[in-house]
């Protein structure tokens, strides 16, 4: 983790469950990470262990909701965000901290112009006039590739395809400078190409803006080529940690090796199959004692099925749970 007085975001401990019909879904358990100013963190896992809840958490959007329970810390440039009354927490909110949302199909407002969904934050959190709100949205949506921004500006969300509404997302959560932002699946349901260019201009906006990332998705090609540490998450806790090279060349834990076997590589010459994960996620209202990973792991003992691993250092910069990493660790030098 970076150091206190370089951290922009200090996550520790962070939990949060949810009542529900079922009983208390534990989507994050006892979370912690750190990101520097500036950083690109990739935060993967498969779909349903918890790191969009972890974004919302840390964008505040948890604490909105009736039968959440959210407990730790989320410190944010020196303050705990869930420490402070809403009051407080918005306008950091879409300003400091700003999110691109997975599905802009969904998340743009169908009835509101892209005027409007742009120049409402600058307005609100900038105190801009709205002519003046109306020349920055214009700028930003030829800075992310928009043709023709002056008129596009007037259109309404169903008018643009899916890549072209992923970049007025991204202009938007970019219209205030933010220093964090949070990357949901930003390149869901687009096309290669699409993807390709989406994700070379967030580095780019990164690297000028000077903005940390966290991009979160369960396709580690998204990350492989942008992100410079990794977060490997599963049911809802973080099971690997370390610098993005290290960890895709050698995985210390089970959950990482399978994620990585079933992504095709163009690096190296493969002549087997890929493999898939045997099993499915645990339902995360009736976790399994032990180790959350442990029916469809390979290297289960009676001692992952007993205790839960706690996150350790493996060697430098790198951090693992798992009771068997030492044996990853002897398969191939670090």
Not at 72 to 90: C, D, H, T, Y
Not at 140 to 146: A, E, F, M
Not at 187 to 206: G, Y
Request: proline share 7%; net charge negative.
């Amino acid at each position: 983790m970076a150091g206190a007085d370089h951290t922009l975001l200090d996550v520790v401990g962070l939990t949060v469950d949810f009542t529900t019909q079922e009983g208390i879904v534990h989507a994050v358990q006892d979370v912690s990470f750190s990101v520097a100013p500036g950083e690109l963190v990739g935060l993967v896992g498969e779909s349903g262990c918890g790191k969009s809840v972890t974004a919302s958490a840390i964008l505040g959007l948890t604490r909105m909701l009736s039968n959440a329970a959210v407990s730790g810390s989320i410190v944010f440039q020196g303050r705990n965000l869930l420490a402070l009354p809403e009051k407080e927490v918005r306008p950091v909110r879409g300003r400091d901290i700003a999110m691109i949302f997975q599905d802009p199909v969904t998340s743009l407002n169908p009835v509101l112009s892209i005027e409007r969904l742009m120049t409402e934050g600058l307005e609100l959190h900038l105190g801009m006039s709205h002519r003046e709100a109306v020349t920055r949205s214009v700028e930003l949506l030829q800075l992310v590739g928009i043709p023709k921004a002056e008129q596009r500006i007037h259109d309404y969300p169903h008018q643009f395809s899916g890549g072209m509404r992923q970049r007025v997302m991204i202009a938007i959560a970019l219209s205030c400078d933010p220093k964090l932002l949070l990357a949901d699946e930003p390149t869901t349901a687009l096309d290669v190409t699409i993807q390709a260019q989406i994700l070379r201009l967030m580095k780019r906006l990164s690297e000028d803006a000077g903005a940390a990332i966290i991009t979160i998705t369960h396709d580690l090609g998204v990350v492989a080529g942008m992100c410079r540490r990794i977060l490997v998450m599963y049911a809802g806790r973080l099971v690997e940690v370390g610098p993005a090279k290290p960890l895709f060349a050698h995985p210390h834990h089970p959950y990482t090796v399978g994620l990585l076997r079933s992504v095709p590589r163009l690096d190296e010459p493969r002549t087997e199959r890929l493999q898939s994960i045997e099993g499915l996620p645990p339902d995360l209202s009736h976790l399994p004692p032990g180790c959350a990973f442990a029916p469809r792991c390979w290297l289960a003992s009676e001692e992952c099925w007993a205790a839960a691993p706690e996150l350790l250092a493996t060697t430098d910069g790198r951090l693992s749970a798992c009771f068997h990493s030492e044996a990853l660790l002897a398969e191939v030098p670090a």
